[in-house]
């Protein structure tokens, strides 16, 4: 093959690509799949019809202001349509923000453990990633802060953040705001927002509103169970949203969505039933692994990090592969620098009893 070939921008080739989940087990056994945060319940009966019914009318192409879907968000929410804009999940969203606002020579800025989507966006628009330390893999507002050049234009925020499931109080989020420039843009990230019940947390709806360079980000592929519809939306200032408008592909979300995430936002009932099995089975899970002499980080969210104890990686691999032998996949978190830890999905009850089972056969054959 000739070495003369189109040349991607700079600094394309040097990002590591996003590996998801494994869903796959050995042929034969059970599976749970716990390793890519997906709800148990799956999603409600009405998105369910709503989905289905869009199979009438595949020939039209979707309403490419999704007009029904942010009415519905924004009356679930009491926010305004028009500030609303929504994508193909919220990594498009994300993407679209980067793109709109990043370019050679500006710095983004991103914590430790923070989504592997962030530095792939903000590399891919030849701008520079910044990475914040962690304490105690918590986002630190201090170290955030001390980040900050006259070359920031982006903070990135995952609150609560995948993969450690920690969160970031209200008010310290808001003392990192307060020590923003005007012209910076602070991307909270709430994937997980529906699962929190802590008094000090909020998604960012209430910053959003009050200020002109805060956005929040939600998802449908959580606690909505619509992760293969690709659904996302992200709530802005309205010079934000009119840009992203500008930018992204004029039918970005399909109809099949755009129907299902209606269905699922109005169903109330069915995302306290998931809240409330997560909250059971998420301190179940919790009480478990002490009892096995595992460390976990306290998790917010619908998955926890279990560390296994030793420093290379060598007993979070081997408690892997033991695991998928026996039909629990879970995920590695080697390229989010924590190679002696596995993060699992709080599943149904059968995976979450028979995966804790697995794992205590495994640290007894190991002593």
């Known amino acids: 093959m000739s070495e003369q070939h189109p040349q991607p921008q700079p600094g394309i080739l040097g990002i590591a690509m996003y590996v998801p989940g494994k869903s796959k087990g050995p042929e034969g056994v059970t599976l749970h799949k716990l390793s890519s945060n997906e709800t148990p319940l799956g999603p409600s009966d009405a998105a369910k019809l709503a989905y289905g019914e869009v199979s009438e009318t595949l020939e039209f192409y979707p309403d490419g202001s999704a007009t029904d879907l942010r009415a ?6 009491g926010l ?28 983004a800025i ?40 006259p070359r920031t234009r982006v903070v990135f925020l995952a609150n609560p953040n995948n993969p450690t499931g920690t969160y970031v109080p209200i008010d310290e989020v808001r003392r990192l705001h307060a020590g923003l420039a005007a ?3 602070l991307v909270l990230d709430a994937a997980y927002a529906e699962y929190v019940r802590r008094n000090d947390y909020e998604a960012g709806i209430e910053l959003v509103s009050q200020f002109d360079n805060v956005v929040m ?29 500008r930018i992204r592909g004029p039918f970005n979300v399909n109809a099949a969505a755009i ?8 169903d109330r009932a069915h995302v306290e039933n998931s809240v409330e099995h997560n909250s059971h089975w998420l301190g179940w899970l919790e009480g478990e692994f002490a009892r096995l002499g595992l460390k976990v980080t306290p998790s917010v969210g619908n998955f926890l990090l279990v560390h296994l104890p030793d420093e290379d990686g060598k007993r979070a691999s081997e408690a892997d592969a033991f695991l998928v032998e026996r039909g629990f996949i879970l995920r590695r ?32 054959r190991k002593g």
């Open 72 to 77: 519905a968000i924004a009356e679930r929410y």
């Open 80 to 107: 305004s349509a028009e500030r609303i804009v929504c994508g193909a999940g919220s990594d498009e969203l994300l993407s679209l923000v980067a793109q709109a606002y990043l370019g050679p020579g500006d710095e």
């Open 217 to 245: 980000m939600r998802t449908f592929s959580k606690i909505f169970g619509l992760a293969a519809l690709r659904l996302g939306w992200m709530y802005g200032p309205e010079h934000v949203v009119g840009v992203l408008n």
């Open 333 to 364: 978190l080697d390229n989010y620098g924590l190679p002696n830890a596995l993060r699992m999905t709080v599943g149904s009850e059968a995976a979450n009893r028979g995966m804790v089972a697995a794992l205590g056969e495994f640290l007894d």
């Open 110 to 149: 991103y914590t430790t453990h923070g989504f592997l989507v962030y530095p792939i966006a903000i590399a891919a628009n030849g701008a520079t990633a910044v990475v914040a330390e962690e304490d105690d893999l918590t986002a630190s507002v201090d170290a955030i802060l001390a980040c900050v050049s």
């Open 183 to 185: 012209d910076v843009l």
């Open 259 to 266: 129907a299902a995430g209606v269905a699922a936002i109005n």
